[in-house]
């Protein structure tokens, strides 16, 4: 019986990239999955989760975000700095969704 739960959650967090992020290169489309399929994802919705680990995956590889925090900025200001870079690559990915500027959770 487990094994089924986590194929299907595992088949549910495939559906949720493939609407998320059409286009996203396999390498990042492989990151995002390993970090939705998290332990302390486990109990979120798998859009949900694959939301927040696109999220997280591309501030932390594809922005300026660690660049800022090493140069002293506080968290929510390098947040507030890396989100156009953020939108920008999940435009490119073809993405259903973007980082609103206001939203507080991620």
Do not use: C
Not at 11 to 34: N, Q, S
Not at 57 to 64: A, G, I, K, L
Not at 72 to 77: A, F, T
């Amino acid at each position: 019986m487990i094994g089924r739960l986590s194929t299907g959650r595992q088949r549910a967090i495939g559906k949720a990239l493939t609407v998320l992020l059409p286009i996203a290169p396999y390498a990042d489309i492989e990151a995002i999955r390993a970090d939705a399929l998290a332990r302390h994802m486990k109990e979120l919705p798998p859009s949900v989760a694959v939301w927040l680990a696109t999220v997280a995956h591309v501030r932390h590889q594809h922005t300026d975000y660690d660049r800022l925090l090493a140069e002293g900025y506080d968290r929510d200001s390098a947040r507030f700095f890396v989100v156009g870079q953020i939108n920008d690559t999940l435009t490119r990915w073809r993405a259903t969704r973007l980082l609103d500027p206001d939203d507080d959770d991620v």
